[in-house]
């Protein structure tokens, strides 16, 4: 109910505010600007909803924050596996989707798609480092990161459908894992019309841990050392309880 009270004073406000106060033919907010990460966190879901002032389609990206990522090449060495060759891309997305209103394909040409990273095959990741290494490598490094990411349901492979539910107003659902990587994230939405944008919002929303899961994450990384201890201890303790318990038995 909250949320359909939300979408109705969106297409009310773009209703009714006077023409030459509308500065956007883009108007986009979330349901949620925070997703809290507990204990019994199992995924959530997110309603991006907004209205545009005449036609066009909408496309939604969805990037978590950004770092570095590298991607190494194993390979087996008398029997075991060992890494080789290795490849480090700078500002790669820690979770990447797309919902649009018509197929990537049909939205805008390749160059436009390129230009702002809108899909899988679209997205930039620059390599971080020097080296002679040729396109069709970079490619198969690129390749493997992204499919490492899709497998562990960070990167969605299925574009999003962005639905109208009147000629202006719309709406689409962001699916959250409960592996989701805590920080910052850009949900930006794009207008576009006749194969370019028009128009462009950018709305942040903030992914971090609560309650006892969040003091122990930041324990371990502000006292990393009393961290490991205290875990080693805890795995002594834990191993010496179990052989008391099955001596017993």
Do not use: C
């Not at 773009?14 to 956007?24: N, T, Y």
């Not at 005449?54 to 060992?82: H, L």
């Not at 962001?174 to 950018?202: K, M, S």
């Amino acid at each position: 109910m909250a949320r359909l009270l939300l979408l109705a004073a969106l297409l009310w406000t773009a209703a009714f505010l006077p023409r030459e106060s509308r500065a956007q033919d883009l108007v986009a907010d979330l349901s949620d600007h925070v997703i809290a990460i507990n204990t019994g966190f199992t995924g959530t879901r997110v309603l991006l909803f907004g209205a545009t002032e005449g036609n066009g389609d909408v496309a939604v990206v969805v990037r978590g924050p950004v770092d570095r990522a590298t991607v190494r090449e194993k390979d087996r060495v008398a029997g075991i596996w060992i890494n080789q060759a290795s490849m480090s891309f700078n500002g790669v997305p820690g979770f990447y989707a797309v919902a649009s209103s018509k197929p990537l394909e049909e939205l805008a040409p390749a160059s436009v798609l390129d230009r702002i990273g809108i899909g899988l095959n679209h997205l930039q990741l620059a390599t971080a480092d020097a080296n002679d290494a040729s396109p069709e490598t970079v490619a198969a490094y690129r390749g493997a990161l992204i499919r490492g990411l899709q497998r562990r349901s960070l990167y969605v492979t299925e574009t999003g459908q962005v639905s109208f539910l009147s000629g202006r107003l719309f709406r689409t659902r962001i699916d959250f894992p409960a592996n989701v990587p805590t920080g910052q994230y850009q949900v930006e939405a794009y207008l576009f019309r006749n194969g370019q944008v028009v128009d462009a919002q950018t709305t942040p929303l903030i992914v971090g841990k609560v309650g006892l899961g969040a003091e122990i994450y930041d324990f371990a990384h502000r006292e990393s050392a009393l961290y490991g201890l205290a875990a080693i201890l805890v795995a002594v303790a834990a191993g010496w309880l179990a052989s008391v318990v099955f001596r017993r038995a």
